[in-house]
């Protein structure tokens, strides 16, 4: 069986700015991790490995230092990794990152199954795993929760769904996007790092994916972020000191004023 993984890396805080002319995040100077959500998908690659045989694959695009992020997968547990870099890239959006991906699996070829997160925490959209699913004309499962059996020609989940849950069974090879509820992350191990050190990453390029640059990037994306609004604050309180008696007694009947005009007493 082989596994493929498509895998993100984004800021590992929450204090994210924005480029207000590009509408797109601005990661100089952020420490990045692996997307948490990938982490799940990482760990359900890495068990139907161990139980069913097979290698599992990660790839992710993304800047050079992307590269810190599959060598983390691959110390946890996964076979290979792919990074696919350039500037072409830079500012894509959902649909055009999903072109890519789907471009760079289709050169992998041969593989049985993807895995990818339900979605990624600085975007938050969850579009990317369905858009690799559409490029690619493949049965999709969002928010899989549980892989109850895997056959030769078909894989049978359990998916979360407003009502509770709901039994797919998809033939082979399908692309499943999992929740947290589906396993626990593993952490790497020394094997893992060393092995993970010395491996070699392949850098693939849009020339390499056979791509058109005019569909990448920023200018290869329909979506446009028009306009970024900062949320406000809307409503001030009053502080009131007090320091003496006098001070308390003022505040308590200030305070009691106000929930009289509010009409709460």
């Given at each position: 069986?082989?596994?493929?993984?498509?895998?993100?890396?984004?800021?590992?805080?929450?204090?994210v700015?924005?480029?207000?002319e590009?509408?797109?995040?601005?990661?100089?100077g952020?420490e990045?991790?692996?997307n948490?959500?990938?982490?799940?998908a990482?760990?359900?690659?890495?068990?139907?490995?161990?139980?069913y045989?097979?290698k599992?694959?990660?790839?992710?695009m993304g800047?050079?230092?992307?590269?810190?992020?599959?060598?983390?997968?691959?110390?946890?547990?996964?076979?290979?990794?792919?990074?696919?870099?350039?500037?072409?890239?830079?500012?894509?959006?959902?649909?055009?990152?999903?072109?890519?991906l789907?471009?760079?699996?289709?050169?992998?070829g041969?593989?049985?199954?993807?895995?990818?997160?339900?979605?990624?925490?600085?975007?938050?959209?969850?579009?990317?795993?369905?858009?690799?699913a559409?490029?690619?004309?493949l049965?999709?499962?969002?928010?899989?929760?549980?892989?109850?059996?895997?056959?030769?020609?078909?894989?049978?989940?359990?998916?979360l769904?407003?009502?509770?849950?709901?039994?797919?069974?998809?033939?082979?090879?399908?692309?499943?996007?999992?929740?947290?509820?589906?396993?626990?992350?593993?952490?790497?191990?020394?094997?893992?790092?060393?092995?993970?050190?010395?491996?070699?990453?392949?850098?693939w390029?849009?020339?390499?994916?056979?791509?058109?640059?005019?569909?990448?990037?920023?200018?290869?994306s329909?979506?446009?972020?028009?306009?970024?609004?900062?949320?406000?604050?809307?409503r001030?309180?009053?502080?009131?000191?007090?320091?003496?008696?006098?001070?308390?007694?003022?505040?308590?009947?200030?305070?009691?004023?106000?929930?009289?005009?509010?009409e709460l007493?």
């Amino acid at each position: 069986m082989h596994i493929i993984i498509p895998i993100k890396q984004v800021p590992e805080t929450s204090n994210v700015k924005m480029d207000e002319e590009t509408g797109t995040m601005r990661r100089d100077g952020v420490e990045s991790i692996i997307n948490p959500l990938d982490l799940y998908a990482i760990e359900s690659g890495i068990t139907l490995k161990e139980k069913y045989g097979g290698k599992v694959t990660v790839i992710s695009m993304g800047p050079a230092s992307a590269e810190k992020a599959l060598r983390e997968a691959v110390a946890m547990g996964c076979d290979h990794g792919i990074l696919i870099s350039g500037k072409e890239f830079a500012g894509s959006d959902t649909w055009a990152t999903s072109k890519v991906l789907a471009a760079a699996i289709e050169k992998i070829g041969d593989f049985d199954l993807i895995l990818a997160g339900e979605r990624a925490t600085d975007g938050d959209t969850g579009q990317v795993g369905p858009g690799i699913a559409s490029f690619l004309d493949l049965p999709l499962s969002t928010y899989t929760s549980k892989l109850i059996e895997v056959q030769v020609d078909s894989i049978t989940v359990e998916r979360l769904i407003e009502e509770g849950y709901e039994v797919l069974k998809l033939p082979r090879p399908a692309l499943l996007t999992v929740v947290k509820e589906i396993s626990f992350p593993r952490l790497p191990t020394l094997r893992g790092k060393k092995r993970a050190k010395s491996l070699d990453l392949p850098v693939w390029s849009a020339a390499q994916l056979d791509l058109p640059v005019a569909q990448l990037g920023l200018k290869g994306s329909p979506t446009r972020v028009v306009k970024i609004d900062r949320p406000r604050v809307t409503r001030g309180g009053t502080i009131v000191k007090t320091g003496d008696q006098d001070s308390i007694v003022a505040a308590v009947e200030q305070l009691v004023e106000f929930l009289r005009v509010k009409e709460l007493v």
